[in-house]
């Protein structure tokens, strides 16, 4: 979905879009699948050049639990807030190719989105945004009890940890096959 910021007006404009609006069905399915999705969205200019886009998208993902790989269903809710400013050049000795180190970043604060001539991809930036919800090690939600409601494991004071125990034993010297050597 491309959006014409050219059209927006000054008040701002609203969208909606779902599984059955099918404006975003494309582009996320190789992360979703066919899992519903639904998605809100505002867009207001802030200046001629630049825009306020605030929003938030719900579906579920498929995963697979990283304590038991039973798969499920994880439900995400990312909310973005975002500056669409117009593409800056990406020269290697530009002012815009060194970037802060990422743990000066403020997490509460708006990111920066680009658009190009203006047209700004708005599936792309919602597929990116599904992308970075999806969590490194998913596991299924707890119950009130401690349980996995995935699996049914209990999952308070218990380690998902793997260890394997190594052979005690020492092993031989490369070395050693030289002493049954026969020389002439």
Known sequence: MKINLSEIPA?????????QTGEFNAVLSDLIGTKSFHSEFFIKPLNSRDFELIGFIKTDLPEECSRCGI???????PKFKAILIPRQSDERTGKYAKVNHISEALEEGPEVAQYEGMVFNMGEYVHEA???????NP??????KGDCTVCGI???????GYDEQMPAEKPESPFAVLKNIKLN
């Not at 008040?11 to 599984?19: D, H, L, Q, R």
């Not at 209990?154 to 998902?160: A, C, E, N």
Request: hydrophobic letters at 40%; glycine letters at 8%.
């Open 139 to 144: 596991a299924g939600p707890v119950d009130e």
């Open 11 to 19: 008040e701002g404009k609203s969208f909606v879009c779902n599984s």
């Open 154 to 160: 209990t999952v308070k004071g218990r380690s998902f």
């Open 130 to 136: 599904v992308a970075i919800a999806a969590p490194f």
């Open 71 to 77: 798969d499920f269903s994880l439900k995400i809710e």
